[in-house]
């Protein structure tokens, strides 16, 4: 049971990495909590439903096909909303407000559009035009669990991890191996600084709040796997989840989120498999537990000092 | 004279006034709440849904025959949404009763969103039309404020699930029970019902896995790989429609076969669940079978077949599904209905004595209405099925158990 827990801990950690990320991104830039992110998160998930149901597609072409669409979304919106807020005295305080609003709108929009109802997706379709690559690295029949450490798993998970990774991956060279990458952690690091040093930081805030939602998105598509469905009303939880893996790891630092959500991921199932009643209580006690022992987070070298 | 006599013929009249009919209102005043999102949302929908068909259908005839006036009332549905959350509830069911003064308070779907409004109904002395809130503690001799309408009480609602276990279940090889359930009023309770069932009976059976998650728990595989290592011969699931989803998905996913499983909402919510789990996730499931598939005697209302045409004309996006929810919402209509109809006054506890006075009398779509003395449902109950493949991949319902209603013989271990 021990290592059953650590294994799917670590595949749901790594999700969760994947559904943090880009929340951080966003609160590093440009020091807004976004409390829209799960929601962004949950369209993603329509957008893999429709993909679903409507082109009869494997649910992985709405990865790049969210990802895009939300990195537009993202730019549009920022364009409309942040340079005010950032205009404002209290940029912070403000965007709690802010972006609370958006979330409701867009909990009801989607609603009025889709009713209340739970949605999913057929797990077998998930990563179908990758069956033949799964069945020659972890065994098993085409639509059937993977094979880890001689215990079954949902292939959904094993899919989600591995195309988490992959976009942790992709974040670190943006972050590490671009120009672009190199001016989003010198705003990150002193936005005035940079603002000083001829930066343009609004393109750089622009295109990392286009990518922190392109990346809720990408986590969305993934949501129905892994939750088993999801309603308009979906985000809110979300929200609250990603919350809590970002601060773990270091509120301000992408990157810190990835050790977030594998921390994340492992203490619930840990707590599932031990004393499954109080498994929902997890996030709230590690947010506390961390901001007691180490408000900085695990990672919390790079934090930002707001 | 003339002065004595018109006084006479004055208090006369004044006297007499009592035993007339009064002055009848514009409308007759319902409130509700339902919620429009969040996690009740998909239980909460169908049954409001139901509810304001009646309303536009009572009132495109003219009102509702209401006895207390001798004629009939528009009805108004004042109705707010509560977002499946509780603290919105119990502010929006107080505000029914002192700022909107409803003459009728039905409560919002499920033990849940139900709980708020019992202990609110009761302060303010008010009958509380209980639509689908199962919870045990709900109901009990000291408050005359609350009657189930639509779902039997939790705590006989799982009888016929353990005594098939106790019962047929050793002659199957079912010795070994596991039970996992959703740490809320309606699953908590129905899960201490099944402990007590089964311990009562005697059986050689023993529950080897006995968990509670809390209701908000979508992913089960970390549990439902600990429950196989129990190697239970019959697994019990108790939990609300998205429970049930993630569940019977995450047991197909992670290529478990559990040789007996029971779930709820494969019965209640066929339709959302074969959306969402599929046919293949569904078939051989136990689950209570629900109105729908059993043809109940009715002496008021529409039988099931035109009902489900009115919805299915009604509501024809497919957003709201039809399944047990929209039936308890009609059925909670037709009790109110009946209770106008032999109310004398629309005093609470007369409404109360006019809800009791239905009791065996009432047979809706949804079987015979029967309460017991604290207001507790137990007369609609719900026997143990089996969602079986028809000859052409479809599911149909078999029941199973109580062996006078069944219609076929369990699967068993499922294939």
């Known amino acids: 049971m021990l290592v059953y827990a650590l294994v799917a801990g670590l595949l749901f950690g790594l999700y969760f990495s994947l559904v943090g990320i880009g929340l951080n991104l966003v609160f590093g830039v440009m020091r807004i909590v976004n409390l829209a992110h799960g929601d962004?998160?949950?369209?993603?998930?329509?957008?893999?439903?429709?993909?679903?149901?409507?082109?009869?597609?494997?649910?992985?072409?709405?990865?790049?096909?969210?990802?895009?669409?939300?990195?537009?979304?993202?730019?549009?919106?920022?364009?409309?909303?942040?340079?005010?807020?950032?205009?404002?005295?209290?940029?912070?305080?403000?965007?709690?407000?802010?972006?609370?609003?958006?979330?409701?709108?867009?909990?009801?929009?989607?609603?009025?559009?889709?009713?209340?109802?739970?949605?999913?997706?057929?797990?077998?379709?998930?990563?179908?035009?990758l069956a033949p690559l799964r069945t020659a690295l972890f065994g098993g029949d085409a639509d059937g669990p993977v094979e880890l450490f001689g215990q079954s798993f949902p292939a959904s998970w094993a899919i989600s991890a591995t195309v988490s990774v992959i976009a942790i991956g992709l974040v670190y060279v943006y972050l590490y191996r671009t120009r672009l990458g190199t001016l989003t952690r010198a705003v990150m690091s002193r936005r005035d600084e940079a603002f000083a040093t001829g930066i343009n930081v609004d393109r750089v805030s622009a295109a990392a709040f286009g990518i922190g939602l392109g990346l809720a998105a990408v986590a969305g598509v993934f949501a129905p796997f892994m939750f088993g469905s999801v309603t308009p009303a979906f985000g809110e939880d979300a929200t609250v989840t990603s919350f809590a893996v970002v601060v773990l790891g270091s509120l301000g630092n992408p990157l810190g989120t990835a050790l977030g959500g594998v921390v994340y991921g492992i203490s619930y199932m840990l707590v599932q498999t031990y004393l499954s009643s109080w498994a929902d209580l997890l996030p709230y006690v590690l947010l506390i537990l961390i901001l007691l022992l180490r408000p900085s987070g695990l990672l919390g070298r790079r934090v930002r000092v707001a | 004279m003339i002065g004595r006599m018109a006084a006479a013929f004055a208090a006369g009249l004044m006297l007499a006034t009592p035993v007339l009919a009064a002055d009848p209102p514009a409308e007759i005043k319902i409130g509700t709440l339902y919620a429009s999102s969040g996690r009740y949302a998909s239980i909460s929908m169908p049954v409001h849904s139901a509810l304001k068909l009646w309303v536009e259908q009572k009132n495109a005839e003219g009102g509702v025959y209401v006895k207390a006036f001798d004629k009939k009332v528009p009805i108004k549905l004042v109705a707010y949404d509560d977002q499946s959350?509780?603290?919105?509830?119990?502010?929006?069911?107080?505000?029914?009763?002192?700022?909107?003064?409803?003459?009728?308070?039905?409560?919002?779907?499920?033990?849940?969103?139900?709980?708020?409004?019992?202990?609110?109904?009761?302060?303010?002395?008010?009958?509380?039309?209980?639509?689908?809130?199962?919870?045990?503690?709900?109901?009990?001799?000291?408050?005359?404020?609350?009657?189930?309408?639509?779902?039997?009480?939790?705590?006989?609602?799982?009888?016929?699930?353990?005594?098939?276990?106790?019962?047929?279940?050793?002659?199957?090889?079912?010795?070994?029970?596991?039970?996992?359930?959703?740490?809320?009023?309606?699953?908590?309770?129905?899960?201490?019902?099944?402990?007590?069932?089964?311990?009562?009976?005697?059986?050689?059976?023993?529950?080897?896995?006995?968990?509670?998650?809390?209701?908000?728990?979508?992913?089960?595989?970390?549990?439902?790989?600990?429950?196989?290592?129990?190697?239970?011969?019959?697994?019990?699931?108790?939990?609300?429609?998205?429970?049930?989803?993630?569940?019977?998905?995450?047991?197909?996913?992670?290529?478990?076969?559990?040789?007996?499983?029971?779930?709820?909402?494969?019965?209640?919510?066929?339709?959302?669940?074969?959306?969402?789990?599929?046919?293949?996730?569904?078939?051989?499931?136990?689950?209570?079978?629900?109105?729908?598939?059993?043809?109940?005697?009715?002496?008021?209302?529409?039988?099931?077949?035109?009902?489900?045409?009115?919805?299915?004309?009604?509501?024809?996006?497919?957003?709201?599904?039809?399944?047990?929810?929209?039936?308890?919402?009609?059925?909670?209509a037709l009790v109110i209905e009946k209770t106008l109809s032999v109310a004398t006054s629309l005093d609470q506890m007369e409404l109360r004595r006019a809800v009791f006075s239905l009791s065996g009398q009432l047979k809706t779509l949804d079987g015979t209405f029967a309460l017991d003395e604290t207001g507790g449902q137990i007369g609609e109950l719900t026997p143990l099925g089996q969602l079986v493949p028809n000859e052409h991949g479809h599911l149909k319902f078999v029941a199973v158990y109580p062996h006078e209603v069944a219609t076929g013989k369990p699967v068993y271990p499922r294939p």
Do not use: C
Request: aromatic share 12%; no cysteine.
């Open chain 2, 85 to 332: 959350n509780t603290a919105t509830a119990s502010t929006l069911y107080n505000q029914l009763i002192t700022q909107d003064k409803v003459d009728l308070l039905v409560a919002d779907s499920g033990s849940v969103l139900t709980a708020p409004a019992v202990a609110i109904a009761r302060d303010h002395k008010m009958f509380l039309f209980d639509q689908t809130g199962t919870g045990a503690s709900f109901f009990s001799k000291d408050n005359p404020y609350i009657a189930l309408m639509a779902d039997p009480v939790s705590t006989i609602w799982p009888k016929p699930v353990a005594d098939f276990l106790t019962h047929d279940g050793p002659a199957l090889g079912i010795k070994k029970i596991a039970l996992l359930y959703s740490t809320n009023e309606f699953t908590g309770t129905q899960a201490n019902a099944v402990r007590k069932f089964i311990k009562e009976s005697g059986a050689p059976v023993e529950i080897v896995y006995d968990q509670g998650v809390p209701t908000e728990t979508t992913n089960y595989t970390v549990i439902i790989n600990n429950i196989r290592a129990k190697k239970p011969d019959a697994v019990i699931h108790l939990g609300y429609a998205p429970n049930d989803i993630a569940f019977l998905r995450n047991v197909n996913e992670v290529g478990v076969k559990f040789k007996w499983m029971f779930s709820i909402y494969a019965g209640l919510e066929t339709e959302l669940l074969e959306k969402n789990v599929g046919v293949k996730g569904l078939q051989y499931v136990y689950t209570y079978v629900p109105p729908s598939e059993l043809d109940y005697p009715v002496n008021f209302g529409m039988k099931m077949p035109e009902f489900r045409a009115l919805w299915n004309k009604t509501f024809p996006d497919g957003k709201v599904e039809f399944g047990f929810n929209a039936v308890a919402g009609y059925t909670t």
């Open chain 1, 40 to 129: 962004f998160l949950m369209l993603g998930a329509f957008i893999a439903v429709g993909v679903s149901a409507l082109a009869a597609l494997d649910p992985l072409f709405a990865v790049p096909l969210a990802f895009v669409v939300f990195v537009l979304v993202g730019l549009v919106l920022y364009r409309l909303l942040v340079p005010r807020l950032q205009g404002s005295v209290n940029p912070e305080m403000l965007s709690i407000i802010l972006f609370f609003g958006l979330s409701q709108v867009i909990e009801a929009l989607t609603t009025i559009a889709f009713g209340t109802s739970e949605r999913s997706i057929d797990s077998s379709e998930l990563g179908a035009i």
